[in-house]
């Protein structure tokens, strides 16, 4: 069963800042990989699966990018409403569907 | 649009069993090749796949949790269930229920379910 793990734990970024977030899986996953973020309160939201296929409505500031097991998302020009956590999680060989720990990316 | 509502009672007492409901409006259960799910959160922490089913067949369970949750799906109402027996109070969080197949693209709100005596 492959373990998603996640880094940092915590990211400081400035508003207007760039932050790139990284997702390893413990066995080759392909391309089989999608980000939520979450906001306080708020249940998660589809980001990007496949890797890199941006959702319905999700700004083009935010890039996935990877295949195996190394992944990144990377978000350009932070806006203020971008300070959230994001979690990873991978569909490769489900069940089970597995998420990472989560990477809270706060105000620097 | 699709929505999704979870409802139950936000008490339960240890040891006894946790019943949540999703309600899905916008869309049908038995159309599609969705599978529904439930995830939860305890608070504070991360996000754990509880079990999923699709609208027919036999529905699929985290390993960790495969001995006290049944999740059953009714098409006919639209409605999807999951029942969490034996809890304790490791089991307290937030229970969402979500639309997916591969990956989760639809979710409910979410409710907080404490387990206290």
């Known amino acids: 069963e492959e373990v998603m793990t996640q880094s940092p734990v915590i990211l400081s970024v400035s508003p207007g800042g760039r932050a790139t977030l990284s997702c390893r899986a413990s066995q080759n996953i392909g391309s089989n990989l999608a980000w939520y973020q979450q906001k306080p309160g708020q249940s998660p939201r589809l980001l990007i699966y496949?890797?890199?296929t941006r959702a319905t409505g999700v700004p083009a500031r935010f890039t996935g990018r990877g295949s195996g097991t190394e992944f990144t998302l990377t978000i350009s020009s932070l806006q203020s409403e971008d300070f959230a956590v994001y979690y990873c999680?991978?569909?490769?060989?489900?069940?089970?569907?597995?998420f990472g720990p989560g990477t809270k990316v706060e105000v620097k | 649009q699709l929505q999704l509502q979870e409802s139950g009672p936000g008490l339960v007492k240890p040891s006894e069993t946790l019943s949540l409901i999703c309600t899905v409006s916008g869309g049908s259960i038995g159309s599609g090749r969705y599978y529904w799910g439930w995830v939860r959160q305890p608070p504070g922490k991360g996000l754990e796949w509880i079990g999923s089913?699709?609208?027919?067949?036999?529905?699929y369970y985290n390993p960790s949790l495969t001995t006290r949750a049944t999740i059953s799906v009714d098409p006919a109402t639209n409605h999807f269930s999951l029942k969490l027996k034996f809890v304790t109070v490791a089991d307290t969080a937030i229970y969402y229920c979500?639309?997916?197949?591969?990956?989760?693209?639809?979710w409910g709100r979410g409710i907080l379910v404490t387990v206290s005596s």
């Open positions: 496949d890797v890199s």
């Open positions: 089913t699709y609208h027919s067949g036999s529905p």
């Open positions: 999680q991978h569909y490769n060989n489900w069940p089970p569907w597995t």
């Open positions: 979500a639309r997916h197949f591969d990956w989760f693209d639809s």
